[in-house]
């Protein structure tokens, strides 16, 4: 088999395009970009805003930090600008019934304008009242009706009064109270007086007493008739005299709001009730303080003042709103409540919008995977969208709300657009477990998590970049700056061709960078700045590493660097942490013998091993029996097991590994410790990719830096992996010193030549391979075990 050559330093990082990235940080015109790549994000977003049916609501799919926000708030505001404002809305007083309030829809910018003249109108009113009530004609009306309840009254007692004194007993009035006394020789007599009379003087007064207070009854017996007739009177007349005094204060409102039927007839239900809250409230004779007039505004306010839901400025075009706690109350709105004496007390004012009724007429944006944990909000989203109305709809008993008096809104017709942003995996589950979802959802907007790296990508990515630079107060960026930008934004994607869409993470390393920057007073950001952000960055999360490789440094985890070993090889594995991602070696091993257990995965047997990983080891049985087993049965036992590993292992990334460590154990052939692969297999031998192949790469680097390169140092990886390469400088300076090597392998030939140094050998034309290769030595070494299990044929 031919010699495979290591990759040459060129080859393991990528072509940043320095030249347009070095015109690009000269060109202002790259200032402008506002955003990079998403074609196809770009497409679906404008056909989704510009399409104007119902059911063409959004879905914003893709994950965090990929600028999904920014580009739907680019076109989103671009499409704001040729829209129309859309009407303001509010709620008024129903004056029929008050839990029930009126939704009315007003002009842009009408709304402010008429609580301002609500307000205006109630100024009006306190200014008036009570004073309109100290007029001299009221008085006199007022005055007369008194006089004429006063007249009725004194002519009864004056009746009594005189049919009294000619019984010689005179008559008493004191603080509404009528009594009688005898009079004797022409003078009211005391008690004590009346005692001296004779029994039948004073039996005889007595008597004449008792009749005097029933003949005042039976005059008196309509008293309360002529104090309600009084009273109604009195009523009649304040009534009147507030009707004459608000007629003309609403005739001015009503002149003016003459083409608004709506208004005009909340102005006109509410005159009645006004006249009625100006005669039960107003019309105190009594002085009232500051404390009273604030309570007499309130009680207006609360009755008429108009509750503003949404309000524009004329021409401001449709609102786009941004939800980002997408709760029940915030999306639909609430009711608030005030206590009154143990009870839960509300009225119109008190209703609170929603981010539903402001962007009314708009565009809402909502954060699908918050909003899907918030209770009855989907549900009660896709009713709104499906009707076309906002309802604040809440269930009291669920909120524990049942002593209160609640509140009906009425309904305001909805028209918006949807903006959901989510994930992928929300985005398939809402399609397969929700039928109306596609219904109102019609328009898919994909974001990509990696961009292409071409000039007019890495334009905006400099300009973009550049901006940043500018808010941070830098006067620049150094071109060494934004090429290890570029590399690190490759790097994040793990490939050579792409850059990553997780454009925040840029910007975070931008962030960190000129805090260094600040320390050092510079005022240009340089890539020293930028090295000294990720080595603090990797310092700072690197804990973990860095406690297994001083266990691997110590010996407390056993993996060679040099040498041979039979069944022994190190495989590459690399472990995510928080936001810490890195690579560290593990030694497989696998052992042979005779037997019918076939290939067991320790790892599995232990339940260790998670399915993908067990689905890996699967593979090397299919893999023998297809490469070896042609003509016998396939009978071994093998146990394969990453050794020193005691946590839960998934992937099949250590496949390729395992299959040499099993073929050597299975040949006596050993392997070159030297050397560490990664790389997942199928059935037929192909070596096909697997990820995280730079900090697999960087991991084992790490271990043979520390003990000392010995010039034979590498790893194995798939050919498929090579676009993936994006190594550290430091990797790449040992390979251009030819102290450490990474090869590149297609088939799992290829890896074994390598690894053991030994061809692997192909099969020739009459089926047999080489007798002094692998291929050859494992094929008799199954032979022989298949013989000895079922007995070999007797000839």
């Not at 007499?296 to 021409?315: A, M, W």
Request: contains cysteine.
């Amino acid at each position: 088999m031919k010699s495979i050559a290591p990759l040459t330093p060129e080859q393991l990082s990528a072509n940043i395009h320095k030249r347009i990235i070095n015109h690009a940080l000269k060109d202002d015109a790259v200032l402008h970009s506002t955003f990079i790549g998403q074609e196809r994000a770009r497409e679906a977003l404008e056909f989704g805003l510009g399409i104007d049916a119902k059911g063409y609501n959004l879905y914003v799919m893709g994950e965090h930090a990929t600028g999904r926000y920014t580009l739907v708030q680019e076109y989103v505001e671009k499409f704001v600008s040729k829209t129309d404002t859309p009407d303001d809305w509010c709620y008024i007083n129903n004056f029929d019934d008050e839990r029930e309030p009126i939704a009315l829809r007003l002009t842009p910018g009408e709304g402010k304008q008429l609580v301002k003249e609500v307000n205006a109108l109630i100024d009006e009113l306190l200014d008036t009242f009570p004073a309109v009530y100290d007029n001299p004609g009221y008085q006199r009306k007022k005055a007369a009706v008194a006089r004429d309840y006063d007249q009725r009254y004194d002519k009864v007692i004056d009746e009594i009064e005189t049919y009294a004194q000619k019984k010689d007993v005179a008559l008493y009035e004191e603080d509404g109270t009528i009594s009688f006394s005898p009079i004797i020789n022409g003078k009211p007599i005391d008690d004590e007086e009346f005692a001296k009379l004779s029994d039948e003087k004073r039996q005889y007064f007595y008597d004449l007493i008792d009749d005097l207070e029933e003949i005042l009854n039976e005059k008196l017996i309509e008293l309360p008739q002529w104090k309600r007739e009084s009273s109604e009177r009195l009523r009649i007349l304040k009534k009147e005299t507030a009707e004459q005094a608000i007629k003309p204060i609403l005739k001015q409102l009503e002149h003016k709001y003459s083409a608004d039927l709506g208004i005009l007839k909340f102005l006109r239900q509410m005159k009645p009730d006004l006249v009625k809250i100006v005669v039960e409230v107003l019309a105190s004779d009594s002085k009232e303080d500051k404390h009273d007039e604030y309570d007499k505004r309130t009680i207006l306010e609360e009755q008429y003042l108009p509750n503003i839901i949404t309000s524009h400025e004329p021409d401001s075009g449709a609102p786009v709103v941004y939800e980002p706690n997408p709760t029940y109350q915030n999306i639909f709105g609430r009711i608030e409540y005030s206590n009154i004496q143990g009870s839960l007390f509300t009225n119109f004012r008190m209703i609170r919008p929603g981010a539903l009724h402001k962007a009314n007429g708009g565009y809402l944006l909502l954060d699908a995977d918050k909003m899907i944990h918030q209770p009855f909000v989907w549900e009660s989203l896709k009713l709104a969208l499906k009707f076309g109305e906002v309802k604040l709809d809440i269930s009291q008993h669920d909120y524990g709300m049942v002593n209160s008096i609640t509140l009906n809104p009425q309904q305001i017709p909805l028209s918006v657009k949807v903006i959901l942003l989510g994930t992928r995996d929300l985005y398939y589950m809402l399609q397969e477990y929700d039928d109306e979802f596609e219904e109102l959802f019609r328009v898919l907007v994909d974001f990509d998590s990696e961009i292409p790296l071409n000039k007019g990508n890495l334009y905006d990515f400099v300009g973009r970049v550049r901006n940043h630079v500018k808010k941070l107060e830098f006067a620049s960026i150094s071109n060494p700056a934004m090429h290890k930008l570029v590399e690190y934004s490759l790097r994040t994607a793990e490939h050579q061709e792409r850059l990553s869409a997780r454009f925040a993470d840029v910007i975070e390393l931008l962030q960190e960078a000129a805090y260094f920057c600040r320390q050092k007073g510079a005022i240009e950001m340089d890539v020293s700045h930028i090295n000294e952000a990720l080595e603090a960055k990797t310092r700072r999360s690197g804990r973990i590493s860095q406690a297994l490789l001083d266990d691997i440094k110590e010996g407390q985890v056993l993996i060679d660097t040099e040498g041979e070993a039979v069944g022994k090889i190190n495989g590459l594995t690399v472990l995510e942490i928080g936001d810490s991602v890195f690579g560290t070696p593990a030694r497989i091993t696998s052992t042979v013998y005779a037997g019918s257990n076939g290939v067991v995965d320790i790892e599995r047997e232990v339940e260790l091993g998670q399915s993908i990983h067990s689905k890996g080891v699967m593979l090397l049985t299919g893999y023998l029996g297809h490469k070896y087993a042609q003509d016998f049965p396939l009978t071994l036992s093998a146990n394969i097991a990453i050794e020193q590993s005691y946590g839960h292992v998934d992937g099949d990334s250590a496949s390729l590994a395992e299959l040499v460590a099993l073929l050597s154990a299975l040949t006596g052939v050993p392997v070159k410790q030297e050397l560490a692969v990664t790389g997942s297999i199928n059935q037929y031998g192909e070596v096909q990719s697997i990820g995280g192949v730079n900090e697999k790469i960087e991991g084992f680097f790490k271990l043979c830096h520390h003990r000392g390169f010995s010039g034979k140092q590498g790893v194995v990886i798939p050919k498929s992996n090579q676009i993936n390469l994006m190594l550290n400088s430091k990797v790449v300076e040992a390979v251009k010193k030819g102290v450490f090597h990474i090869y590149c392998v297609a088939t799992v030939d290829e890896a074994v030549t390598i690894l053991t140094g030994i061809d692997a050998g192909k099969l020739s034309a009459k089926g047999r391979f080489p007798k002094s290769s692998v291929n050859y030595k494992a094929l008799q070494r199954l032979k022989k075990i298949s013989d000895s299990i079922n007995g070999a044929d007797e000839d």
